[in-house]
């Protein structure tokens, strides 16, 4: 082998290159991750109502003042009901259909029966 300097065949380069910038800094922006703040979410209450109450008041009591009966009145008398009784065959209407005497009324009860 022979060596580099010695092989004219080869060839080498070598640059260096400069940028000039002749103002105020330049920095290239950066970017930041958005910050997340994160809210709970709300707490969800349900309240139910109250079930109803249906409450039933009794109707309200009428006062009706009654006048004073008169005094005829108090002592009423119940209708009273008659047999007819034939004195000749004995017997009373509707067993007897004929009677050769009067017929003779005389009162369902006797007189000393309530």
Do not use: N
């Not at 003042?65 to 209407?93: F, H, I, L, T």
Request: net charge positive; with cysteine.
């Amino acid at each position: 082998m022979g060596s580099a300097w010695a092989d004219r065949r080869h060839h080498s380069h070598f640059s260096v290159e400069f940028e000039s910038y002749w103002g105020p800094r330049y920095y290239r922006p950066y970017y930041y991750s958005p910050v997340i703040i994160e809210r709970p979410a709300p707490q969800v209450i349900i309240e139910r109502p109250a079930p109803q109450v249906y409450v039933e008041r009794p109707a309200p009591q009428v006062y009706v003042e009654r006048q004073p009966a008169p005094a005829s009145a108090s002592v009423v008398e119940e209708p009273v009901d008659y047999w007819y009784y034939c004195a000749a065959s004995k017997g009373y209407y509707p067993y007897v259909k004929k009677c050769s005497s009067a017929w003779k009324k005389v009162p369902m009860r006797p007189a000393g029966e309530p």
